[in-house]
């Protein structure tokens, strides 16, 4: 899976040999998910190492592989003052028997709760077992929620959607527009962060541990989870600015002249209402680097639809892949779309910035959730692998936040953040000196 992933990244096959694994991620299933979690975070770590060497060529990486195991389930160990502080699902957030079968609802926000029950009503366990799974799923999602049917994956490879992201390779990276060749190293960065939940929070996450500047915007009509945001959120500043203001658009524009990373988690076309288009950016700033992610891909139908990891793990196949001997859907051992896409993403810059180094470009990557449930679904698979018992206590960190004392799980194979999450006023938000 590294093999797929760094060919993907366009790296150089010759790299590999310096990449060893050891020891077992933990993470039980029937699906080579530690294959994938390891190979995730190898293709991210030999991309830094490339990037920092440049053409002295990279040395060893060495992949603990009982360290990406804990990192990829890092919302269980998240301690606030020494107290659970992890985010969890709703109620409704989970899977509902159906007429004809499962679904599953994501409502962990309020306004993916209130939409799902204005289609299905104030008792919506009832009306769900009384429909059928397409019927919910549409009704939700008109409602401006967030459900799928739960498929098996030839189901999902048949469906519209599923041809469509099954055509997409692993992740594209291509150049944008031209610009000068620039050679950027990772600390000092300056990234901007208009991401939320998992997948693209922890591939900022994982740019900062490495030094880079991140500055993630948050709207203020759609705040984060505070628990999403602790975990996710060291090494980074946050704000909150409204782009369909005048005044806060300007600031953010001043941000962005000055950016030499937009890591980006809209829906495709999302932001093209703004401008922000990767096309239209490469133009008015050359040689910056922008990777967008979504949960379905870049073509097909559902393109513009919300998901989410527990979402497309019911869509793709994995939910009935994974499921118990009582047909109940199952679940991956952790939220490993998110994760690796996470990583994939911070992979995905690193080597923008050195193929921006080499020839110069401005450059977009683009993946989506979808891609890496194919890339897992399509695996080999053996019997269900991993202890799931890795002791996280040596994996641990604890920093200062506003909020108090917080514990984390330290960045595979980079060094700890200073910090945790640091709130910036709106007018104050900057970069920091080089």
């Given at each position: 899976?590294l093999?797929?992933?760094?060919?993907?990244?366009?790296?150089?096959?010759g790299?590999l040999?310096l990449?060893?694994?050891?020891?077992?991620?933990g993470l039980?299933?029937v699906?080579?998910v530690?294959?994938?979690?390891?190979?995730?975070?190898?293709?991210?770590?030999?991309a830094?190492r490339?990037?920092?060497?440049g053409?002295?060529?990279?040395?060893?990486v060495?992949?603990?592989?009982?360290?990406v195991g804990i990192?990829?389930r890092?919302e269980?160990f998240l301690r606030?003052?020494?107290?659970p502080?992890g985010?969890g699902?709703a109620?409704?957030s989970r899977?509902?028997?159906?007429a004809?079968g499962w679904i599953?609802l994501h409502?962990?926000y309020p306004w993916h709760?209130?939409a799902?029950?204005?289609?299905?009503g104030p008792d919506p366990?009832?009306a769900?077992?009384?429909?059928?799974?397409?019927?919910?799923?549409?009704?939700v999602?008109?409602?401006?929620?967030?459900?799928?049917?739960?498929?098996?994956?030839e189901?999902?490879a048949?469906?519209?959607?599923?041809a469509?992201?099954?055509?997409?390779?692993?992740l594209?990276?291509?150049p944008a527009?031209?610009a000068?060749a620039?050679?950027?190293?990772?600390?000092?960065?300056?990234?901007?962060?208009?991401?939320?939940v998992?997948a693209?929070?922890v591939g900022t996450?994982?740019?900062?541990?490495d030094?880079a500047d991140v500055?993630?915007i948050?709207?203020?009509?759609?705040?984060?989870?505070?628990?999403?945001a602790l975990?996710?959120?060291p090494?980074?500043?946050?704000?909150t600015?409204?782009?369909a203001?005048?005044g806060?658009?300007?600031?953010f524009e001043d941000l962005?002249?000055?950016?030499?990373v937009l890591?980006?988690?809209?829906r495709p076309?999302?932001?093209?209402?703004?401008g922000?288009?990767p096309e239209?950016?490469?133009?008015?700033?050359?040689g910056?680097?922008?990777?967008?992610?979504?949960a379905w891909?870049a073509?097909?139908p559902?393109?513009?639809?919300?998901?989410f990891?527990?979402i497309v793990q019911a869509?793709?196949g994995?939910?009935?892949?994974?499921?118990g001997?009582?047909?109940?859907?199952g679940?991956?051992?952790?939220?490993?779309?998110?994760h690796?896409?996470g990583h994939?993403i911070?992979a995905t810059?690193?080597?923008?910035?050195?193929?921006?180094?080499?020839q110069?470009g401005?450059w977009h990557?683009?993946l989506?959730?979808?891609?890496l449930?194919?890339?897992?679904?399509t695996?080999p698979r053996?019997?269900?692998t991993?202890?799931?018992?890795v002791?996280?206590a040596?994996?641990l960190a604890e920093?200062?936040t506003p909020a108090?004392?917080?514990?984390?799980?330290?960045?595979?194979g980079?060094?700890?953040?200073?910090?945790?999450p640091v709130?910036v006023?709106?007018?104050?938000?900057?970069?920091?000196?080089?």
């Open positions: 899976m093999e797929q992933a760094w060919a993907a990244l366009g790296g150089a096959p790299l040999p990449v060893t694994v050891s020891g077992s991620t039980r299933s699906l080579p530690g294959a994938l979690a390891t190979g995730a975070v190898a293709a991210q770590r030999l830094a490339e990037l920092a060497a053409d002295r060529g990279p040395g060893p060495a992949v603990d592989a009982a360290h990192a990829f890092s269980r606030l003052d020494g107290m502080a985010a699902f109620p409704l899977f509902h028997r159906t004809d599953r409502a962990n709760r209130d799902a029950l204005a289609a299905l366990v009832t769900i077992a009384g429909r059928t799974s397409a019927e919910v799923a549409e009704s999602v008109a409602a401006g929620g967030i459900a799928a049917a739960v498929r098996t994956p189901e999902w048949g469906s519209p959607q599923g469509a992201a099954w055509e997409l390779p692993l594209r990276l291509r527009g031209p000068s620039r050679s950027r190293q990772v600390h000092g960065l300056r990234v901007l962060d208009l991401t939320r998992i693209g929070p996450r994982t740019l900062a541990a030094g500055l993630r948050e709207s203020p009509r759609l705040p984060e989870d505070p628990a999403a975990d996710t959120g090494g980074k500043r946050h704000t600015l409204d782009l203001s005048a806060d658009r300007a600031r962005l002249s000055r950016a030499d890591v980006q988690g809209h076309g999302a932001l093209a209402a703004h922000l288009a239209l950016l490469a133009e008015r700033h050359p910056l680097v922008v990777v967008s992610l979504s891909g073509a097909g559902w393109a513009h639809r919300r998901g990891d527990s869509a793709t994995i939910a009935s892949v994974t499921a001997d009582d047909g109940r859907p679940v991956l051992p952790a939220q490993a779309l998110d690796a896409a994939l911070a810059v690193l080597r923008a910035l050195r193929e921006s180094a080499r110069g401005s990557g683009e989506s959730l979808a891609q449930a194919h890339w897992l679904l695996a053996g019997v269900a991993g202890s799931g018992a002791d996280p040596p994996y920093l200062d108090g004392r917080l514990t984390v799980v330290r960045p595979p980079a060094p700890t953040w200073r910090s945790g709130p006023h709106p007018a104050g938000a900057d970069w920091l000196p080089r």
